[in-house]
């Protein structure tokens, strides 16, 4: 069909319409060329066409296959259509059928939910006659447990089964049987209150804790931990009447009456501890986990009550206000007052620390079992929840009154064992004593030994901030009063060296003739307090040495205690943070005794040291070093200097050496060291060499150095290395020589001293010529 | 101890009335937080923050003392080594304010006379029930040569000042101590935390 129509339009207009020469213009074609060209066209254009019929002629034959083919097709088309609408009309048939059924399956599922429905009303119904039956009988039998199991079964009955039940054709029945129990349920929970009541006056133990199990199935969980505690509370303050009785019998001889009202308060906390653990299984199994807050919560008033009881007997009897007061005015250094005797302190202040140990003990004690108990019973609660408990913990710790009265009666025991801490150390430091042989006094051992007692008493008290206080309270004692003590010993200075002392020994003691010449007597106070004021000044050294030492270790026994009571569970999170800021401020107080030492040992060494060993170093100016063969050898013979030198110094340090720590001596004669080379060198450029004169100093200064050596421990070379090399110098054969050691030949040796100065050490030895050392490059 | 990690420590101790809102100021230095319903505190508390001021590391630790009567042995334990006291009052509570001779009268007993203190008058967010004003504590602070700052810490309001500014005194007054002239001390103001920026100046 398609080459049809493509074929159609060509086949109605002829050759003669697509022809681009009409016939008419070939008619009127005259000129043979003109012909010639027109036929030539029209044989093309006939080529043409007759192409064009070839192409289509060959595509008919296709054109007929498809033909047969699409006849083929048409019976089979047939036969599909019938078949489709056959499938669908068994679909529609087979979907109607289910509905059908389905609808039915729902409706069963009706019926049946319906008929359980009707099934546990009928239950319920038949529970509520039996319950109703059932607590009659076992009122009737006083078989309570039973009764209050019916009551049970019925408060946990759907209310809306019940209701709806009421609305029955049984209606009236229904509503009768309810009234029953209702008021059987009343009625029980009369009785039980009743008779919960009675067994606790009676003190009927087995009796209260029968009840105390029907409470949570009549649903008064509330009720019956409040009459619980009630009971519990009644049995704790009995004791604690019977306990205080006894504190007020106790004899004062008793071993224990020192610590009595402390041993009172162990026993009240021990109590409750004790009903804790005994009663918690019962409320766990009978009023679920997460009660015991509210059991402990009524138990803490009670133990509040009774905690005031022995607190306020402890303040009366130990008198601890007026005490405190006192101590209070003697601090305020209003001398007028008599002062209290540190000493009397002391048992109270060991009994109030205890007191608060125990308390510690007891809350952290109530802490562990509610938190354990939340956590039980907050297994599956919000976070909210579990913080809101964790809050109501923290306000019952916090702000009940066994927490508040402690901390006032430590809030008072601190001031109390500052005022302790620093009388006694006042006391030491007044009767301090020295004893031949020591190198410290009696004060350091004491006033440590207090300073340890004190703070160990505050660690004794399990609480973090009065301990902290404590150490606070030493850090400043130590750093202030005591270090102010020894500084005042070591500003009266070490006195005058014995050349002067002698002087001024004569002087005085001319004038001590003179005046006990007149007052008829003699006396020799003046000479040996001199000696005495040496010692006191070497003692209060080695003092501030041992107790910069005795700091650290302090410091160390106390980390080491705090952390045993932080592992054991005191103190709050921030508990080992501020311990540790507190040792630290202690640890530094050790440096500022270091300092103190530093100070006393330059004041040593400027008094004491200087004087003596200047003069002697300035002979050396009076022995000639211009000196001949002659000289030189009888130098050899009779020492001129070094050796009084050594010897003199020697004398002097042996009563450091005795008086000081090993430690302290050693700093000092590297102090003395120090001193001898810069004073040497000073005389040293005052004096002129000759060649002999050079090797002469050489010698005396190898001498110096090798006794030096042997009293310090740790080298000296450096300190002596300029006057070392001064020696060498003044040694040179020539000036020239010294090119020899300097400069790139210095090997390794390193030179302390500049150009200018070997310069002035050679122009020291007459024999060099000063052109010459003019002329030395350098 | 490494001294690595910071160029300064300065020990802070806040002292004042119970409930003038001394933790709540530290908690919103240390931690950006308003805890509403805070508890009274129990003995000392103990932050620390660092701040950095003119580049220079500066740790504060932060004494946060309990107000109440019963904590006062303990926390007058503190004041000796204290670098700086932040004596706190309630605008909204004109007993707080009347008690500061008593307080003052604390630190002339226990402070080292070096310690710098400041005056702050806290809670200003409760304008409307003001009971002290800043005429009257200007004045009073002048008269005992204190500076003073009123703030407040549910706003955040001069918090971040007041610790700040401190830090920045304190770093000059170490540096008068010992002696190192030379190096420029930062001007109060000058402090940076790591979130704000703080422009101000002193009164």
Known sequence: ?778 | MSMEDYDFLFKIVLIGNAGVGKTCLVRRFTQGLFPPGQGATIGVDFMIKTVEINGEKVKLQIWDTAGQERFRSITQSYYRSANALILTYDITCEESFRCLPEWLREIEQYASNKVITVLVGNKIDLADKREVSQQRAAEFSEAQDMYYLETSAKESDNVEKLFLDLACRLISEARQNTLENNVSSPLPGEGKSISYLTCCNFN
């Open chain 1, 1 to 778: 069909m398609a080459a049809a129509t493509a074929s159609g339009p060509r086949g109605e207009g002829g050759g003669a319409a697509t022809s681009a020469l009409t016939m008419e213009r070939i008619q009127s074609l005259t000129e043979l060329t003109e012909l010639e060209a027109a036929y030539s066209r029209l044989c093309e254009e006939e080529k043409v066409v007759q192409e064009e019929l070839d192409a289509l002629l060959e595509q008919q034959s296709t054109i007929e296959n498809k033909m047969v083919v699409l006849h083929r097709m048409g019976p089979n088309l047939q036969l599909i259509e019938g078949d489709a609408q056959q499938l669908a009309g068994m679909i529609t048939f087979t979907c109607n059928l289910a509905e059908n059924v389905s609808s039915k399956v729902r409706q069963l599922d009706l019926a049946k939910n319906r008929l359980y429905q009707a099934i546990q009303r009928a239950d319920d119904i038949l529970d509520l006659k039996f319950c109703m039956d059932g607590v009659q009988t076992a009122l009737r039998n006083e078989d309570y447990e039973q009764a209050a199991a019916h009551i049970h079964r019925y408060l946990s009955l759907d209310k809306s089964v019940i209701e709806l039940s009421r609305q029955g054709k049984e209606g009236g029945i229904i509503d009768a049987n309810l009234k029953l129990l209702q008021e059987a349920e009343h009625r029980l929970k009369m009785i039980v209150t009743e008779k919960f009541d009675t067994a606790m006056k009676q003190g009927d133990l087995p009796r209260v804790e029968r009840f105390f199990k029907i409470f949570p199935l009549l649903g008064l969980h509330e009720e019956g931990l409040s009459k619980f505690s009630e009971y519990l509370c009644k049995q704790v303050a009995n004791k604690a009447e019977e306990n205080l009785q006894l504190v007020m019998g106790t004899d004062m001889s008793d071993r224990r009456a020192a610590v009595i009202f402390a041993d009172t308060l162990t026993l009240l906390f021990e109590g409750i501890a004790r009903i804790v653990e005994t009663h918690q299984p019962i409320v766990e199994t009978y009023y679920g986990p997460g009660r015991l807050y509210a059991l402990i919560k009524h138990l803490q008033v009670e133990c509040d009550r009774q905690v005031e009881k022995v607190v306020d007997k402890f303040i009366k009897e130990r008198d601890y206000h007026r005490q405190f007061q006192q101590v209070q005015n003697s601090m305020m250094r209003s001398s007028s007052v008599e002062k209290i005797e540190p000493r009397e302190l002391d048992p109270i202040l060991t009994e109030v620390t205890l007191m608060n140990a125990r308390s510690e003990l007891y809350l952290r004690f109530i802490k562990r079992r509610i938190i354990a108990d939340f956590e039980v019973g907050d297994s599956m609660a919000s976070e909210e929840v579990k913080q809101e408990h964790q809050k109501y913990l923290d306000k019952l710790l916090n702000n009940c009154l066994l927490s508040r009265t402690m901390q006032e009666l430590i809030g008072y025991y601190i001031t109390m064992e500052e005022y302790f801490m620093r009388e006694t150390v006042n006391k030491a430091v007044a009767m301090d004593s020295y004893e031949k042989g020591q190198l410290t006094s009696s004060m350091v051992d004491d006033v440590f030994y207090i300073v340890k007692k004190c703070i160990g008493r505050a660690l004794s008290s399990s609480s973090i901030d009065c301990l902290c206080a404590m150490i606070n309270h030493s850090t400043t004692e130590l750093e202030s009063d005591f270090r102010e003590v020894l500084h005042n010993k070591l500003k009266q200075g070490f006195p005058a060296t014995t050349f002067q002392d002698f002087q001024r020994g004569v002087t005085s003691a001319v004038n001590i003739m003179h005046s006990s010449l007149q007052q008829g007597k003699f006396d020799t106070k003046g000479i040996e307090s001199t000696d005495e004021a040496k010692q006191s000044f070497l003692v209060t050294l080695n003092n501030v040495e041992v107790c910069s030492e005795n700091i650290m270790t302090l410091k160390k026994t106390l980390e080491s205690d705090c952390s045993k009571l932080l592992s054991q569970g005191f103190g709050g999170e921030q508990a080992q943070a501020k311990i540790d800021s507190c040792l630290s401020d202690m640890a530094a107080v050790s440096n500022k005794f270091r300092d103190l030492l530093q100070e006393g040992l330059s004041e040593l060494n400027s008094t004491a040291i200087k004087p003596q060993v200047k003069p002697w170093i300035n002979l050396f100016l009076s022995v000639s070093h211009n000196i001949e063969e002659e000289e030189f050898s009888d130098y050899e013979a009779n020492d001129p200097w070094v050796q009084q030198f050594i010897l003199n110094l020697e004398q002097q340090m042996t009563e450091f050496k005795a008086g000081l720590s090993p430690v302290i001596y050693d700093t000092l004669t590297g102090l003395m060291t120090s001193l001898i080379a810069i004073e040497l060198e000073k005389v040293l450029l005052k004096s002129t060499f000759s060649r002999l004169g050079g090797l002469q100093f050489d010698k005396e200064l190898r001498s110096l150095i090798a006794y030096l050596t042997t009293v310090t421990t740790w080298t000296i070379r450096d300190k002596f290395a300029r006057l070392s090399q001064m020696a060498t110098i003044l040694n040179l054969e020539r000036v020239t020589e010294i090119l020899d050691y300097w400069g790139p030949n210095s090997g390794p040796l390193t030179w302390r001293l500049t150009p200018a100065e070997v310069r002035q050490v050679l122009a020291l030895r007459i024999d060099f010529r000063s052109e010459d050392i003019k002329r030395l490059r350098l």
